[in-house]
């Protein structure tokens, strides 16, 4: 994360969530349905997240994965664009096991 101000990006998403200057994929929409994650689960997660990874030089544009928690306390990962005019949800999951051992850590492989 040398570089770019994570917090300044968070409050940045947040901003653009606010202001309705969001987009959902087609991917993403497809994992919200398959683990039962609304979008007011996907807001509420960047609303009290942290940004856990950002990857500036993705080959897609940069972007970022947030970790938070839903209002019933459910860990999301999110992972959205973090240098576009709209945000764009990439892909929204829970973190769980084996590739995650908590939701901010990864398995060591």
């Not at 940045?12 to 689960?41: C, N, P, S, W």
């Not at 590739?99 to 492989?109: E, G, I, L, M, N």
Request: hydrophobic share 35%.
């Amino acid at each position: 994360m040398v570089g770019r101000d994570v917090l300044e990006i968070l409050r940045r998403i947040r901003g653009k969530l606010e202001g309705g200057e969001f987009r959902i994929t087609q991917h993403a929409q497809q994992e919200m349905v398959e683990e039962g994650i609304t979008l007011g689960d996907v807001i509420e997660a960047i609303s009290n997240g942290t940004v856990l990874e950002d990857y500036p030089q993705h080959r897609r544009g940069p972007c970022c994965l947030i970790v938070g928690e839903t209002a019933d306390r459910r860990p999301l990962h999110v992972v959205c664009t973090t240098d576009l005019p709209v945000v764009i949800v990439i892909t929204t999951y829970e973190p769980r096991p084996p590739k995650w051992v908590t939701p901010s850590r990864r398995r060591q492989t």
